[in-house]
């Protein structure tokens, strides 16, 4: 077993504790968070099509039923899956986990290309994140028709962190 610290020495650790919660506190007042939610979703519509074709038509077991009342125009972020995060629910839309992940950190801001009440409802509510605290930005098309990718979402989303010291993306 290892020696306990002098009460100075321990009065010395509270202070340092202390000291250090609140820089991170002062660090998430200057940080803020994205999450992409965006996309143009082509890889994710192909896959979703191909296991929905592969689902038998008598299956009836929980994730194929899921998987066959997901809407091909969902974004993937909203696909059912097993929750690990929010009490009193089976499954919670995938993107729970990308915005959990940075849940806290400093302001939370979401790209997304709609689908905006469901992403409240689905996603922050289970999280006990209102909309009031989230700012969402909407990806729009480039020159060709189609989204560009995560760069060019995250300058879309400048008003989201424009007044940030830091920026977390994922």
Avoid at 3 to 8: A, L, V
Avoid at 106 to 128: A, D, M, S, Y
């Amino acid at each position: 077993m290892g020696r306990m610290p002098s009460p100075r020495h321990a009065q010395g650790l509270g202070l340092a504790a202390r000291a250090g919660r609140e820089f991170l506190g002062s660090l998430a007042t200057r940080t803020s968070c994205l999450t992409l939610l965006a996309g143009a979703g082509s890889r994710w519509k192909k896959s979703l099509a191909q296991a929905k074709a592969a689902i038998p038509p008598d299956a009836r077991d929980p994730h194929s039923l899921r998987t066959q009342a997901f809407p091909l125009d969902a974004p993937r972020g909203l696909f059912p899956v097993k929750n690990r995060l929010a009490p009193g629910r089976d499954f919670i839309p995938l993107a729970a986990y990308a915005v959990d992940a940075l849940k806290g950190l400093g302001r939370t801001g979401l790209v997304v290309r709609g689908w905006v009440e469901e992403i409240q409802r689905e996603v922050l509510e289970p999280l006990g994140m209102g909309p009031e605290g989230v700012g969402f930005a909407f990806q729009a098309e480039g020159p060709q028709g189609k989204v560009l990718g995560h760069g060019d979402a995250t300058f879309q989303a400048s008003a989201l962190w424009k007044d940030s010291d830091y920026l977390m993306v994922n």
